[in-house]
């Protein structure tokens, strides 16, 4: 059975306050935000804001994340849809939800588009995955057609995420479709702490726990793995009947989280 589904609106509550460490995009995300919340500006200056921007990183560096804060900040209506989605579709579904998703976030302008896992369709016609995958190009190809259909007054704003930026085909990237990246990396040190920070607003913490420290010791770890590690730390307390979450608590999480991930690896060669 298809796990196919139309695009989901949704009002997204979600803020920049809940996405910590990304310093670095803080200027381009700012830019995409004011142009939602104001196209007027832009058109009036004669600015030509862009279509579509491709979020790039590895997996749980928070590209979803984002891109529902600049929704939330614009407060515009947000559209998402998973490209991953389409490959199990008849043919010719993925083109008409693509279609109607585009002419739905039209009507209701300025509005943000989200297409997620965009290279599992968006990969290059010839990077050898044997013989066009029908479905899967015609859904490719309905995505370029309505980002070059509409124009940039139209105001809407197609965000799309990808781990695999290398293999994308180039048709996607040209001017006018997604010419513009916004870089997302594994967090380093600092931007580990100030995720923490996000993850444990709601959490009681014991006097022991030192998020400097912790931070430090979770090397390679990705906001995904963070919001994780604070996650099963407060399970590890409520195990124990304890009232607050001690240094021990994300210790065992630590440990445990690490582990797991060793056991998958060797699960897959
Ligand atoms: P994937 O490629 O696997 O879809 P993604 O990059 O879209 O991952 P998200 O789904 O946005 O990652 O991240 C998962 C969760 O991890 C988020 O909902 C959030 O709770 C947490 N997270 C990830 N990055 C950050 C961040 N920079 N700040 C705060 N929380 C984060």
Known sequence: KSRARRARKETSTTTLDDVAGIESAKRDIAEIIDFLKSPEKYRRLGAVMPKGVLLVGPPGTGKTLLARAIAGEAEVPFFSISASEFIEMFVGVGAARVRDMFQNARKEAPALIFIDELDAIGRSRG??????????????????????????????????????????????????????????????????????KVHVRKVPLAADVDLAQLSARTTGFSGADLKNLVNEAALTAARENLDEVNAHCFEQARDRLILGEERDAQLTP
Do not use: Y
């Open 127 to 196: 990077a050898g995955l044997g013989g066009g995958h029908d479905e899967r190009e015609q859904t490719l190809n309905q995505i370029l057609t309505e980002m070059d259909g509409f124009e940039a007054h139209e105001n809407v704003l197609v965000l799309a995420a990808t781990n695999r930026p290398d293999v994308l085909d180039s048709a996607l990237l040209r001017p006018g479709r997604f010419d513009r990246k916004i870089t997302l990396d594994r967090p380093h040190k600092e931007a580990r702490e100030a995720i923490l």
